[in-house]
């Protein structure tokens, strides 16, 4: 198909040539031009080398609709060249403001660059397919300041927010929070599943002043276990422990399903030599054997680098010897060592870092 392209000519008269197709009269105005039609003027117009670059990361479908519609094309005058380049370059500059800013962000900078109509219609096109997160509009804002909006709402409303959010600004806010609120906001990160599009834009007018004509129509999944444990691993480490341990007292078996998932068994990679010098002491040969079984090479390095030669050498005879091992015994021996290692945190006799502020201190 590629070759089919690479047929083509820079002007716009040589397309309908092609296979002998129908040649398709290029309507006037831009306005009244097909998505194809659009797609296929602005190939023919980047000329055959790069035209066959481009259809190199397109689908087989796609190629073949393109190269008929190409060879479809009647005469191209250069306003309709231009019309079309104008808003490649338009669509492409809102793209590049919204991934940067949000759409607010790039309303503003379009408004500034084409006007205020041709910025609503700019964005319209570029996000009639789009599905937009909610909450969007919030990106650039600095969390300190959205603190203080938002301290004074429901447990639930903050939750919500927060669910959306990078994990990085989330963390922020929720150490800041009041400590009386922070493991009932963690509580129901977790909990939450599913949030109706009503529910989100009740929550997006609060802090926007206005409903968001872009959220997707969809039911959003947000927020879960799992968000909560991102969250949870960026703040520090005084309000990980305050919220965790309100949680055990809440609700336990939340609290043990967080604990799991904040330390896997690859993180053993984050422990210091000595830490885990300290861990190998307190764990069993055969199921440190089972737990390196699929690894990846960085934590078996990291462990053999922490043993005797001697007693390397026989850890790796014993994996060798041991054959195939089933995946819920090798899951089960990795828990057993991410317990143990929990135990040594939590007594203080070892310290994982996790990221930032976690410096030590000699």
């Not at 023919?44 to 035209?51: A, P, R, Y």
């Not at 191209?76 to 079309?84: P, T």
């Not at 600095?142 to 927060?162: C, G, M, S, V, Y």
């Not at 021996?333 to 994982?352: D, N, P, T, Y």
Request: charged residues 30%; negative net charge; glycine residues 6%.
């Amino acid at each position: 198909m590629a070759q089919q392209a690479q047929a083509k000519g820079k002007g716009g008269g040589g397309a309908a040539a092609a296979g002998g197709a129908p040649a398709k009269k290029v309507p006037k105005s831009i306005k009244d031009m097909s998505g194809r039609t659009k797609a296929a003027i602005f190939l023919v117009t980047l000329g055959s080398e790069i035209s066959a670059e481009i259809f190199k990361h397109l689908r087989e479908d796609e190629i073949e609709t393109l190269t008929f519609e190409i060879a479809r094309l009647d005469t191209i005058e250069s306003e309709q060249k231009d019309a079309v380049l104008t808003e490649f370059q338009e669509l492409m500059m809102a793209a590049e403001f919204i991934s940067s800013g949000g759409i607010d962000y790039a309303r503003e900078l379009l408004e500034k660059a084409l006007g205020s109509q041709k910025a609503i219609d700019v964005i319209n096109r570029l996000t009639s397919s789009l599905q937009v997160r909610p909450f969007d509009f919030i990106r650039r804002t600095d969390p300190a300041h959205l603190l203080n909006f938002i301290q004074t709402e429901h447990p639930q409303t903050i939750a919500l927010i927060l669910a959306y959010l990078e994990p990085g600004k989330a963390a922020y806010i929720l150490q800041k929070l009041p400590h009386d609120i922070q493991s009932d906001i963690a509580k129901r990160i977790a909990a939450m599943d599913r949030t109706s599009p009503e529910t989100l834009r009740e929550v997006e007018r609060v802090l926007e002043k206005k409903l968001s004509t872009l959220s997707s129509e969809d039911f959003t999944a947000a927020g879960g276990v799992d968000s909560i444990v991102e969250i949870l691993n960026l703040v520090d480490r005084t309000s990980e422990k305050g919220i965790i341990e309100a949680l055990e007292e809440d609700s336990p078996e939340l609290a043990e399903e967080i604990k799991k998932k904040m330390f896997v068994f690859e993180d053993i990679v984050l422990l210091d030599d000595r830490s885990i010098q300290k861990v190998l002491r307190e764990v069993d040969g055969q199921e440190l054997a089972k737990a390196l079984k699929g690894v990846d090479n960085e934590v078996c390095e990291k462990i053999f680098k922490n043993m005797s030669k001697r007693a390397a050498t026989m850890l790796k005879e014993d994996m060798e010897y041991m054959g195939p091992v089933r995946l819920k015994d090798v899951e089960e021996a990795q828990q057993k060592i991410v317990s143990i290692i929990r135990h040594l945190e939590e007594s203080g006799e070892i310290i994982i870092s996790r990221g930032e502020g976690d410096e030590l201190v000699q």
